[in-house]
């Protein structure tokens, strides 16, 4: 995948994950997009603890559903948790 369909994907795994999350994040595009990227990471490290290398055996490396499941939980993990880290020091006006 190219860095550009990287970006991309990061950007649309990030906005299903804040469209599902309760509540408002304040973030922008730029932060949504590296939402999803570093969502897209920890899903699959989480799946990979979990399940195994299932995915380079046999040769699929394209999108398939488990890879879109677990990139969008991963990006709500993440999003948690930087709202729970951020919220205490983030002011509202």
């Given at each position: 995948m190219s860095i550009i369909g990287f970006l991309i994907f990061g950007l649309v795994?990030?906005?299903i994950a804040r469209a599902v999350f309760p509540g408002?994040?304040?973030m922008g595009w730029l932060s949504t997009a590296v939402l999803g990227m570093v969502g897209s990471l920890?899903?699959?490290l989480i799946g990979h603890a979990?399940?195994?290398n299932r995915s380079a055996a046999d040769g699929s490396w394209g999108?398939?559903?488990g890879g879109w499941i677990s990139s969008i939980i991963g990006a709500i993990i993440v999003l948690w948790a930087y709202l729970a880290l951020a919220g205490g020091r983030r002011r509202t006006v």
């Amino acid at each position: 995948m190219s860095i550009i369909g990287f970006l991309i994907f990061g950007l649309v795994i990030g906005l299903i994950a804040r469209a599902v999350f309760p509540g408002r994040q304040q973030m922008g595009w730029l932060s949504t997009a590296v939402l999803g990227m570093v969502g897209s990471l920890v899903g699959g490290l989480i799946g990979h603890a979990l399940f195994g290398n299932r995915s380079a055996a046999d040769g699929s490396w394209g999108f398939t559903p488990g890879g879109w499941i677990s990139s969008i939980i991963g990006a709500i993990i993440v999003l948690w948790a930087y709202l729970a880290l951020a919220g205490g020091r983030r002011r509202t006006v």
